[in-house]
């Protein structure tokens, strides 16, 4: 393992011209409507499907958001709601983390590998092509690893803390720990709140300064709001982000809204 630490300069050796006017504009932005359908079983008459709030579509070919089921509108509802006591939160999250997990697994190469099974007949089926490893953001990107553990045993996971600065919005590295053999690996980015997408951009960085390539990371996460979700797509076009939802948008603090408030408070101590 790797560790390392840094001075407290923003996006080290990352091109940011484009970040520097983009926290400026965002909160003067009007925010559009929140979509809705009717959600249910597709055999069910929409009289019988009631109506709830879907995440924003966004264009962009590398942003995969989970269908919107009713079991994951409940899911999210759950943890949306203010009333939510800890226990809960922590359930449902780690549930909605085990679908962005299993989804992310299916983005991966695979590879022709045929079995013969216990009566002595083949399966042409298939492998993962190559190893993979996890990055977690610090601290609620950690919430996301177990979720990444359940799936794939004995996975190895990385660190890296990055932290916003709550006045001006922009991130600041302060340490990172990743496998030495990181750039052989495919990657699972890790974080559920992607907000102005500062944080997830410099980390991005951080794996490419260690060798991994920009096709070999996925990005896992919960809530996204649509400009960090642009921003994010359109500075690394060859990451794949798999996230559950695209909220409205993002207030004057920059934080997510509708949201869930600070998802690592709610995890760890509220």
């Given at each position: 393992?790797?560790?390392?630490?840094?001075?407290?300069?923003?996006?080290?050796?990352?091109?940011?011209?484009a970040?520097?006017?983009?926290?400026?504009?965002?909160?003067?932005?009007?925010?559009?409507?929140?979509?809705?359908?009717n959600?249910?079983?597709?055999?069910?008459?929409?009289?019988?499907?009631?109506?709830?709030?879907?995440?924003?579509?966004?264009?962009?070919?590398?942003?995969?958001?989970?269908?919107?089921?009713?079991?994951?509108?409940?899911?999210?509802?759950?943890?949306?709601?203010?009333?939510?006591?800890?226990?809960?939160?922590?359930?449902?999250?780690?549930?909605?983390?085990?679908?962005?997990?299993?989804?992310?697994?299916?983005h991966?190469?695979?590879?022709?590998?045929?079995?013969?099974?216990?009566?002595?007949?083949?399966?042409?089926?298939?492998?993962?092509?190559?190893?993979?490893?996890?990055?977690?953001?610090?601290?609620?990107?950690?919430?996301?690893?177990?979720?990444?553990?359940?799936?794939?045993?004995?996975?190895?996971?990385?660190?890296?803390?990055?932290?916003?600065?709550?006045?001006?919005?922009?991130?600041?590295?302060?340490?990172?720990?990743?496998?030495?053999?990181?750039?052989?690996?495919?990657?699972?980015?890790?974080?559920?709140?992607?907000?102005?997408?500062?944080?997830?951009?410099?980390?991005?960085?951080?794996?490419?300064?260690?060798?991994?390539?920009?096709?070999?990371?996925?990005?896992?996460n919960?809530?996204?709001?649509?400009?960090g979700?642009?921003?994010?797509?359109?500075?690394?076009?060859?990451?794949?982000?798999?996230?559950?939802?695209?909220?409205?948008?993002?207030?004057?603090?920059?934080?997510?809204v509708?949201?869930?408030?600070?998802?690592?408070?709610?995890?760890?101590?509220?």
């Amino acid at each position: 393992m790797h560790s390392k630490s840094h001075n407290l300069s923003p996006f080290p050796s990352l091109p940011h011209s484009a970040l520097e006017t983009f926290s400026s504009t965002m909160a003067s932005q009007t925010q559009p409507e929140a979509p809705s359908k009717n959600v249910g079983p597709e055999y069910r008459p929409t009289t019988q499907k009631p109506l709830a709030t879907v995440s924003t579509a966004l264009k962009h070919e590398n942003v995969h958001v989970l269908p919107q089921t009713p079991q994951l509108i409940a899911l999210l509802t759950m943890i949306r709601d203010k009333n939510t006591g800890r226990a809960d939160f922590i359930f449902h999250s780690n549930r909605i983390i085990r679908l962005l997990v299993e989804e992310g697994l299916n983005h991966l190469p695979v590879l022709e590998h045929t079995i013969t099974t216990p009566v002595g007949r083949t399966y042409a089926g298939v492998k993962f092509e190559g190893k993979i490893c996890g990055v977690s953001i610090m601290r609620a990107g950690e919430a996301m690893e177990q979720g990444l553990r359940e799936c794939c045993r004995s996975v190895r996971i990385g660190k890296i803390l990055i932290q916003r600065d709550e006045e001006t919005a922009k991130p600041k590295l302060y340490y990172d720990k990743l496998p030495e053999d990181i750039a052989t690996r495919w990657v699972l980015l890790l974080d559920p709140m992607l907000a102005t997408g500062g944080s997830a951009l410099m980390a991005v960085q951080v794996l490419k300064d260690r060798g991994v390539p920009e096709d070999h990371i996925l990005f896992l996460n919960l809530i996204a709001s649509p400009e960090g979700a642009k921003n994010f797509a359109e500075q690394y076009p060859k990451v794949r982000v798999v996230t559950a939802f695209i909220d409205m948008g993002l207030n004057e603090k920059n934080y997510i809204v509708p949201g869930l408030g600070d998802f690592g408070d709610r995890f760890y101590t509220m």
